[in-house]
């Protein structure tokens, strides 16, 4: 099945304010710390990092982001991951790849496609070789805070507001509803996990400790 290529919308590439633009990538190349690949969840589209990335830029970091198709459910994790490793810059086999929510369960495939320095899942689901979702689920009922499963909070913003956006301020909270946009990547969910075995590159999880929807326990 073909899976269309949203394309990436690639931000702050080798530029940083006070640069000439008249300068060669070679010659920026020098002042470009580390490159940001953001995967967003399954609630928001690539806009939700829009916040977060003028202050990466602030600190000469180059970031990417890209929009995961939303009308495709029928998609493999593999198809996800080859859209996400995609987005990469081709000149850069360092990037950070970041993925939230849902996304974890793309994010270790990213290094079978491309080379990366990192991985970082934030406050996302981790995937086991040989298992599917499901199956995580129904062996740790405690993965998920129970009252989160069959929820929609792009279509009811008091469950965006009492799950996801509970510890933000009421100007963010207002930012973030007008990013919502509902990935449901069903295959991904239903299938043994195409990962065969853990990356061999080092990971990191950010544990969000008011998280409402994945239990940080």
């Not at 920026?28 to 589209?45: A, I, K, P, R």
């Amino acid at each position: 099945m073909y899976l269309p290529r949203a394309p990436a919308q690639v931000v702050g590439t080798y530029r940083r304010r006070g640069m000439d633009p008249r300068l060669t990538r070679a010659q920026h190349m020098d002042e470009v710390y580390e490159c940001f690949c953001l995967v967003h969840g399954s609630t928001q589209s690539a806009s939700c990092w829009d916040l977060l990335i003028p202050k990466l830029e602030h600190g000469r970091h180059q970031c990417v982001k890209m929009n995961l198709p939303t009308d495709t459910p029928e998609a493999s994790a593999t198809e996800y991951a080859d859209i996400i490793a995609d987005s990469i810059p081709r000149d850069r086999d360092d990037a950070v790849a970041v993925a939230h929510s849902a996304s974890g369960l793309f994010l270790p495939l990213v290094p079978e496609r491309r080379r990366v320095r990192r991985i970082v899942f934030l406050a996302a689901v981790v995937p086991q070789p040989g298992k599917s979702l499901q199956d995580q689920v129904k062996e740790d009922n405690g993965m998920f805070n129970p009252e989160w499963p069959g929820k929609d909070p792009t279509k009811d913003e008091l469950i965006a507001l009492r799950f996801l956006f509970h510890d933000c301020s009421p100007e963010t909270s207002t930012w973030a509803l007008s990013r919502m946009s509902l990935m449901f990547a069903r295959q991904a969910i239903l299938e043994v996990s195409p990962l065969r075995v853990r990356p061999a590159v080092p990971s990191s999880y950010i544990l969000c400790a008011d998280d409402r929807a994945i239990r940080p326990e």
